[in-house]
Every structure is written in structure tokens, then in C-alpha cells.
T-cell receptor
Framework: AQSVTQLDSHVSVSEGTPVLLRCNYS??????LFWYVQHPNKGLQLLLK??????LVKGINGFEAEFKKSETSFHLTKPSAHMSDAAEYFC?????????????FGTGTRLKVLA | GAVVSQHPSRVICKSGTSVKIECRSL??????MFWYRQFPKQSLMLMAT?????????EQGVEKDKFLINHASLTLSTLTVTSAHPEDSSFYIC?????????????????FGDGTRLSIL
């Protein structure tokens, strides 16, 4: 079975500084990986996805992530944090189980952006 | 594109009431939809996979008689919490996978509704 581990439950950055949210995966084959953001009392919004086409994936709102097979990592980055980036972020892997592809979620990282 | 609409956004009702939550894919067809439950400050827990025209597949520990799922069309799935009790209070989120997307199914992302906050008094 596949899994993802989000290494930080909370991350705080100052507005305008870089963001790094870490995610490691465990997979026996080439995984499909996703990053989602969740604002309070909202559903999840897709930021980006990795599907083996390119190791550096660009997403919405200036976010990007790099797939590193040697490190089994898929860290999410943004060059400059904005106040509106404060939210919960989930790293997700798609896993085939019980006849369909289901999501395996990380435990989430809460990003706090300081003025 | 890929918008999923979930209604209602919030429900407050008395214990013993049954509550129906709708999940609609507005601009794509979804043969597969998913229902999740999220506890405060926690990740999402998959409750069941909803397949159009067939019975839902429930995760271990989820009572199928308590959480009734219907997926009668390619754009609509419903979750009914029957005889709800305070312990059923939670944030319920649906998602839908766009079956018309390019590439492998494993690569097709799920698109999420905005969730339903259910409070049982």
C-alpha cells in the first residue's frame, strides 16, 4: 500500500518569505501525487499534481512541487508567501485498492503567515 | 471548470432526524464520487466510494445502514445520515473524479465540494 508523510504539522513564515511544506511518499511503483489546500470550513482545492510527465510541477497561485524519486519526496514550495496562503495543506497519493483509485491523505500541514 | 457543488453547507437538527446531503458535478460527468468525514484539525477520512448505477462501497467501520448513499446519475450523489445522533456531528465533504480527463485514471484528480457542517443537537 502507498502512503504519504507530511513532516510538519505546523509551519509559520513571514509574509513575503519562501514557503516549504514537506511531503515524503512510500510507493512500490510510480505514484500519482497531489497537493491540495483547504481554507477554514471549505472543501479542498487542487494546487497541483504529479503524473510522471515532469518532475517539477507548477500549480496555481505560484505554488510548485518537485518530485524527487531518490529522496521519495514531493515538497511544496512558493517563493513568496501571501497572507491569503494561510490554510491547511494536504499531500495526497492515489492508491489502487478495492477495485478503484482512492486517495491516501497526509495528516496535513497548517501554514501560518505572519504580517 | 471541474466544479463540485455540495448542499447544504450547514445543517443543525435534532437527534433522530435524517439528513440528506447532495453532491453535484456541475460541468463534468462523474461515474465515481467519494464521501469523506473530517473531524476538527484532522485529515479527511474516506467513508465510501459512490459508483453511478451501483451500490456504494463502504470503508471498514462505516455503517452502511446509517450512511445511505445514492448515485443515480452521472452528476449527482447523495448521502443520507439516518436517525442522526450527536456523535454524527461532523464536517462531511464529497468529491468527484472527472472521468473524461486525459491520461490514466490514477492521474485524474478528485474535485471537492465545499463541505457540509452537520450539527446534531
Amino acid at each position: 500500500a502507498q502512503s504519504v508523510t507530511q513532516l510538519d504539522s505546523h509551519v509559520s513564515v513571514s509574509e513575503g518569505t519562501p514557503v516549504l511544506l514537506r511531503c515524503n511518499y512510500s510507493s512500490s511503483y510510480s505514484p500519482s501525487l497531489f497537493w491540495y489546500v483547504q481554507h477554514p470550513n471549505k472543501g479542498l482545492q487542487l494546487l497541483l499534481k504529479y503524473t510522471s510527465a515532469a518532475t517539477l510541477v507548477k500549480g496555481i497561485n505560484g505554488f510548485e512541487a518537485e518530485f524527487k524519486k531518490s529522496e521519495t519526496s514531493f515538497h511544496l514550495t512558493k517563493p513568496s508567501a501571501h497572507m491569503s496562503d494561510a490554510a491547511e495543506y494536504f499531500c495526497v497519493v492515489s492508491d489502487f485498492t478495492s477495485g478503484t483509485y482512492k486517495y491516501i491523505f497526509g495528516t496535513g500541514t497548517r501554514l501560518k503567515v505572519l504580517a | 471548470g471541474a466544479v463540485v457543488s455540495q448542499h447544504p453547507s450547514r445543517v443543525i437538527c435534532k437527534s433522530g432526524t435524517s439528513v440528506k446531503i447532495e453532491c453535484r458535478s456541475l460541468d463534468f460527468q462523474a461515474t465515481t464520487m467519494f464521501w469523506y468525514r473530517q473531524f476538527p484539525k484532522q485529515s479527511l477520512m474516506l467513508m465510501a466510494t459512490s459508483n453511478e448505477g451501483s451500490k456504494a462501497t463502504y470503508e471498514q467501520g462505516v455503517e452502511k445502514d446509517k450512511f445511505l448513499i445514492n448515485h443515480a446519475s452521472l452528476t449527482l450523489s447523495t448521502l443520507t445520515v439516518t436517525s442522526a445522533h450527536p456523535e454524527d456531528s461532523s464536517f462531511y465533504i464529497c468529491s468527484a473524479r472527472d472521468q473524461g480527463g486525459m491520461g490514466f485514471v490514477s492521474n485524474q484528480p478528485q474535485h471537492f465540494g465545499d463541505g457540509t457542517r452537520l450539527s446534531i443537537l
